[in-house]
């Protein structure tokens, strides 16, 4: 006996109508902010007023991503995507951390040049851009953290802002050190704590996106103790093809075969199998096979399941197997 649920709601309480319009808000202020630091990061002859520019720059770029990928995942399945354009999101954060990983590289070669040899610096223009820059983001910062941010996408665009914020803050406090005391070095100090920075939140999303393209599962749930879980169900034999992944950020998905002992009522099990996986773990989107134990040719349902054959230590024929990998 077969059976199959899809469960739905993957809705997270902030539309995307609503997202498109405070990314957009948070695009401009920054594009416009980052023009103007251009042009005073090259009259003050400041590395780390550049540095912040170019990850407004990564920052602008994230933002026009994850609006593009919003669009994209709102379309329907067709053709040969059953899942839509879901995973487009994922392709964006990858992105965003891969760009963060290459930049924070370039800034950390040129701030280690400019410790070695380092050029004037107008301390007061560093000083100002900071200040107004803390203002300008923190307000980009408050737009975005409106958004969705259970998508990877959003919190990839929201995490570069956030980074940013902490990169005019040590810019500011690098000009201030340059005004009162004239210590040069202290903006290609600044430029390396935002290299730093960037390269944390690029490593983040970098792992982050690749768990969900090699479909591993949510780092929330351990599928071995997941499938332990399910074992304990009163009536359940034995789990095996046990599989969680996430479609996209915020959208975890499961299936597995399960096998049930004889005489009882596969329908019934299903349910409350999708209810322990829905309430407990937040798995909505399952998929389940379930069939009834055939006794000693119970392993014939699968001879070659995939990861590990959990077995019921209680279900009545099952014996004291404990779950055990699958070779």
């Known amino acids: 006996m077969t059976a199959e649920a899809h469960g739905h709601g993957h809705g997270h309480g902030v539309s995307a109508e609503a997202d498109r319009k405070l990314l957009s808000g948070a695009l ?38 994850a609006l593009i990928a919003i669009r994209l995942a709102a379309r329907p399945p067709a053709g040969g995507f059953t899942y839509g354009f879901k995973r487009v999101e994922i392709l964006s954060a990858q992105a965003n951390g891969i760009t963060l990983l ?5 800034f950390v ?19 100002i851009t900071g200040v107004v820059g803390i203002a300008v983001n923190l307000l980009a910062t408050y737009l975005i953290s409106k958004a969705n941010r259970s998508s990877l996408n959003v919190e990839g665009a929201f995490q ?11 810019t500011a406090i690098a000009g201030l050190v340059v005004l009162l005391t004239g ?22 999303l970098v792992r982050d996106s690749g768990r969900i393209f090699l479909e591993a599962a ?9 499938g332990t879980e399910l074992c304990a169900v009163e ?15 915020g959208e975890p998905a499961a299936s597995a075969h399960i096998l049930v002992a004889q005489g009882l009522d596969c329908h019934q099990i299903r349910v409350k199998i999708e209810g322990l996986l829905a309430e407990r773990h937040q798995l909505t989107h399952s998929t389940l096979q ?27 024929g099952t014996g004291p197997d404990p779950a055990i990998p699958n070779h």
Not at 102 to 106: H, K, N, R, V
């Open 28 to 65: 401009a202020l920054i594009v416009g902010f980052m023009v103007a630091e251009v042009v005073v990061g090259l009259a003050a002859g400041s590395l780390a007023l550049i540095t912040d520019a170019a990850h407004m720059l990564t920052d602008a770029i994230a933002i026009i991503l």
């Open 102 to 106: 290459l930049l924070a590289a370039y």
């Open 109 to 127: 070669y040129e701030a280690v040049n400019r410790m070695i040899d380092p050029p004037e610096v107008k301390g007061a223009l560093v000083l």
């Open 160 to 170: 570069h802002i956030l980074n940013d914020l902490f990169a005019f803050i040590a």
């Open 183 to 204: 210590f040069a070095r202290a903006d290609a100090i600044a430029a390396l704590v935002v290299a730093a920075l960037m390269l944390k939140a690029g490593v983040s």
């Open 218 to 226: 949510p780092a929330r749930i351990d599928p071995q103790a997941l």
């Open 235 to 249: 009536g359940v034999v034995e789990v095996h093809d046990l599989h969680v992944w996430e479609i996209t950020s």
């Open 290 to 316: 379930v069939d009834h134990a055939s006794g000693n040719d119970r392993d014939a349902h699968c001879s070659d399941a995939h990861g590990t054959v959990h077995r019921s230590i209680t279900a009545a």
